[in-house]
């Protein structure tokens, strides 16, 4: 039971954070603040907390966990300001997709007695905005945290209790491996589905007209991705540079002989391929990060999703 | 009402096509052939028609409306064999995913007196086999049909109504135009997600464990994807080389750019793209072409799908 808990930033994920505590009876008080007044106005009327604030400073004051929620880019400069108003003790903690770059720009700014644990939690929509969230969002999800060495393990214990109160599965991993898997399950998917539909875009515009009527499987599913939020994802980019580089740079390479198969009609490569990649598939479903219903269980008509 | 309808073929598509027509009262008998002796158990179990077969020829005889489910690799030489037993007046058609290809391969054998109209239904799931379809996959889908110049208006309207009666949205258009429109939304899409789970497959085995267990949103739905019917895909990109190899052109040179941004750390150039995606989303959502709820209406606890 956390006695006072702060969230910066009360986007999808942050309001997701404040629904999930709030239901799982997680924390005494919630604080909120965000930049945006309007924002704040919002989540006020969903009566996403108790304490709403447009300073992120006056949040913290007397926090025992707080939580940035708002986009990476934005850290440093939050970090130096709220740092001097941590609580000793005080967990420090947030929801950023990299992690690498957290811990070097957060990490110079929290005093002395905080315990800095960075973490990301493995779940999101497409939706942005404080209305978005949901209680749910987290159950069953994987949450990472990456402390850094020589992190207090029971502050580390603390923040895993916490995010197990909201549902999720918890791991620990050094900041670094954690943005090298998360550059190619998501930094580089995101960057591919981006760029597709940005293709589409810019084709001519009878093209396009009908490339959006007959939108099926494949691009259709791209534009969901492709409309998460771009400012989270522009951070994204520019802070875990050097794994999506090298995770493109794979891509790349494989798409090269990949495309050289179709010049020459080389089908035995491409059915073997594409053999290969329905057992990936069914290990992810094994693993219980995906429903098997098709379609991703897109409603049907007349009944089941199938 | 059709008094005959022949599959050829009954597949997820094929076995769809039985269940609608049976459902809608769109077909008095319907025969199915399909090569394997399994698959014909499988479709008779599931009672899917009233005639079985493993000679297509059989099965189109005497046939009003003849429709090939098979994968396009098989079309020519299935073609050949069913030429000669077509009825004078009867309808050709086929579901595949190509359509210059299919009036090139299919075309010469279709005899004097049937009207050869292919035709491409927008609709399917990542599952294949007879018990994977259902009445309702046609729904509110478009139904393109590409007929050749100078085929029998009649013709062309029965096929529609046929279509129609499953539930789908009929339009008609040149095939080269229906092989470019799909290679960008549709064939490079699977393109990539094939080969972006290619590259997790020849990840070291460590990560790749860590990336199939950590499976985000963006790899996840790649996967889905990337777990469609392997032969059925092999031909898609053996058939429609030239539309495919011109659109993953423009998507590579834009991945390029794209790339280069990144790499320069150009935020602007990322967010404006970001944003841009965002509105071709919309507009599809907009057409009907796909649900506005949050994670493709995954389902998730406590309710909601949001």
């Known amino acids: 039971m956390i006695e006072k808990l702060a969230l910066i930033g009360i986007g999808l994920i942050g309001s997701s954070i404040a629904r999930g505590a709030r239901q799982a009876g997680l924390a005494k008080t919630i604080a909120i603040a965000t930049r945006r007044e309007e924002t704040l106005d919002e989540a006020r009327e969903l009566g996403l907390g108790d304490i709403y604030t447009t300073d992120a400073a006056e949040a913290v004051e007397g926090a025992d966990l707080v939580i940035l929620c708002s986009p990476v880019g934005t850290y440093e400069a939050l970090a130096r300001r709220i740092g001097p108003h941590l609580k000793p003790g005080a967990i420090l903690s947030d929801v950023g997709s990299v992690k690498e770059h957290v811990v070097n720009v957060v990490g110079p700014h929290v005093p002395e007695g905080v315990h800095f644990v960075p973490g990301h939690?493995?779940?999101?929509?497409?939706?942005?905005?404080?209305?978005?969230?949901?209680?749910?969002?987290?159950?069953?999800?994987?949450?990472?945290?990456?402390?850094?060495?020589?992190?207090?393990?029971?502050?580390?214990?603390?923040?895993?209790?916490?995010?197990?109160?909201?549902?999720?599965?918890?791991?620990?991993?050094?900041?670094?491996?954690?943005?090298?898997?998360?550059?190619?399950?998501?930094?580089?998917?995101h960057l591919v589905a981006y760029n597709i539909v940005g293709t589409v875009d810019d084709l001519e515009h009878a093209t396009k007209s009908e490339v959006i009527k007959f939108s099926a499987s494949g691009f259709r599913d791209f534009t969901r991705i492709a409309a998460s939020d771009p400012v989270m994802?522009?951070?994204?980019?520019?802070?875990?540079?050097?794994?999506?580089?090298?995770?493109?740079?794979?891509?790349?390479?494989?798409?090269?002989?990949?495309?050289?198969?179709?010049?020459?009609?080389?089908?035995?490569?491409?059915?073997?391929?594409?053999?290969?990649?329905?057992?990936?598939?069914?290990?992810?479903?094994?693993?219980?990060?995906?429903?098997?219903?098709?379609?991703?269980g897109r409603p049907h008509e007349n009944g089941t999703s199938s």
Not at 155 to 175: C, H, I, Q, Y
Not at 282 to 291: K, L, W
Request: with cysteine; net charge negative.
């Open 121 to 189: 939690p493995l779940a999101g929509t497409e939706h942005s905005g404080p209305a978005a969230g949901f209680a749910a969002l987290f159950k069953n999800r994987w949450c990472v945290l990456t402390p850094p060495e020589g992190t207090d393990p029971e502050a580390v214990d603390k923040l895993a209790a916490f995010w197990r109160g909201l549902g999720s599965n918890v791991e620990t991993m050094p900041a670094g491996h954690h943005d090298l898997v998360l550059a190619i399950t998501s930094h580089v998917p």
């Open 233 to 296: 994802w522009r951070d994204v980019f520019l802070t875990n540079r050097d794994a999506v580089l090298e995770m493109l740079g794979r891509f790349l390479e494989d798409l090269s002989v990949l495309q050289r198969a179709v010049r020459v009609g080389d089908g035995e490569a491409l059915e073997e391929l594409f053999t290969r990649t329905r057992a990936v598939r069914r290990s992810i479903i094994e693993a219980g990060q995906e429903t098997a219903a098709p379609d991703f």
